[in-house]
């Protein structure tokens, strides 16, 4: 079965397969696009020439922190994602929950989410992609390298 890799899906789940498509538009080639394997924790780049059939460019493994705190920077983009929301995945919170932790201890709710990030550069890289914090305005991104 041919997969629809277009950059019109921008973001499209297909809970039968259980991939996370996500097009980048500004980021990525307009004929490449990334997908997500939840189960499999892992993001393979594709290309999808005109005349051809997808082609996988890179593909990376992350751990299951490490897929906790790519999938909401990806699905922010091309916002920023804001640190509650990565505190709320990584430690499977609400986000009032987070907010309040965030709130109470900044710098023990931040610890596991700064590891997280961390953990995920070298994979990212290799996808041609990179975290950055803006620390003072505390909002992460997803960039191009």
Not at 4 to 27: K, N, T, V
Not at 59 to 87: I, K, S
Not at 96 to 114: F, G, K, N
Not at 117 to 129: E, V
Request: with cysteine.
């Amino acid at each position: 079965m041919k997969q629809d890799l277009s950059p019109e899906a921008d973001r499209h789940q297909d809970p039968q397969e259980g991939l996370l498509r996500f097009a980048l538009e500004g980021l990525l080639p307009a004929n490449q696009t990334l997908v997500l394997n939840l189960s499999m924790r892992s993001a393979t780049l594709f290309s999808a020439p005109r005349d051809g059939e997808a082609q996988v460019l890179s593909q990376q493994r992350f751990t299951p922190n490490g897929m906790r705190v790519l999938l909401p920077l990806l699905e922010a983009y091309p916002r920023y994602c804001t640190y509650d929301v990565l505190v709320a995945s990584l430690l499977s919170l609400t986000l009032t929950q987070a907010r309040q932790l965030l709130h109470d201890s900044w710098e023990v709710a931040m610890r596991p989410v700064r590891r997280a990030i961390s953990g995920i550069m070298d994979g990212l890289r290799a996808l041609g992609l990179s975290a950055v914090s803006y620390t003072h305005l505390t909002l992460p991104t997803i960039l191009r390298v």
